[in-house]
């Protein structure tokens, strides 16, 4: 299982973009990027995944480059409600069972 | 469609004491797993199940076991708790292994 490694903690401000960063360098093949994030007292919440390139949604964009050895997830305009927890996590693959590690996610804070 | 439900919310045990916890997803979702979150830490797989029946042991499984009789329950017991294992336990299902939907938690304190 491919290891993550992304900041522990990030400060911002309202209004700001806000990327995270997120190295792994074991990606395998068949493996894919997914993005979590926590609010506290609550349990983590999906918010993007993806294989390759850029994707997006209503909440975030993710871009993988063509090596795949690292992925960013791009916040537009935070608010003070993204103040959250977020963790990037590679895997499993859809062939085999998995142990999946969550990591301890980049802490981040946005300020007025 | 309630999504994925815990019971109970919060719980107290003395150390030796026995408990169930009980995990239910209305999705019809074949995968569903047991995690814990210590304070300030990121989430550990405790156990998982691929489908009605099977269960496996993830990154912490001692001093746990579960059980997966129905498709949409999965069961997290303690049999003898110990302070150790004072922590907030999420359980979630997923269609495919790499999107997750998670319950609301049920924080345990063992004395």
């Known amino acids: 299982l491919a290891k993550t490694t992304q900041p522990i903690s990030m400060d911002s401000y309202e209004g700001q973009e806000v990327n995270i960063t997120c190295s792994h360098n074991?990606?395998?093949?068949?493996?894919?990027i997914t993005w979590y994030q926590q609010f506290p007292s609550q349990g983590p919440r999906f918010i993007i995944q993806g294989y390759k390139t850029k994707v997006t949604n209503e909440v975030a964009s993710l871009f993988i480059p063509a090596d795949r050895k690292s992925s960013t997830l791009s916040l537009p305009r935070v608010s003070l409600s993204d103040t959250a927890v977020y963790y990037c996590?590679?895997?499993?693959?859809?062939?085999?069972?998995?142990?999946?590690?969550f990591g301890s996610g980049t802490r981040l804070s946005i300020r007025p | 469609n309630a999504g994925v439900t815990q019971t109970p919310k919060f719980r107290v045990l003395k150390t030796g004491q026995s408990m169930t916890l009980l995990c239910a997803q209305d999705m019809n979702h074949e995968y569903m797993y047991w995690y814990r979150q210590d304070p300030g830490m990121g989430l550990r797989l405790i156990h998982y199940?691929?489908?009605?029946?099977?269960?496996a042991k993830g990154e912490v499984p001692d001093g746990y076991n579960v059980s997966r009789l129905k498709k949409q329950n999965f069961l997290l017991g303690l049999e003898s708790a110990a302070p150790s294992q004072t922590s907030v336990y999420f359980c979630a299902s997923s269609y495919t292994q790499e999107t997750q939907y998670f319950g609301p938690g049920t924080r345990l304190l063992v004395l």
């Open positions: 996590l590679v895997g499993p693959s859809r062939s085999s069972a998995s142990k999946i590690i």
């Open positions: 074991n990606i395998a093949t068949n493996d894919y």
């Open positions: 199940s691929v489908g009605e029946g099977t269960t």
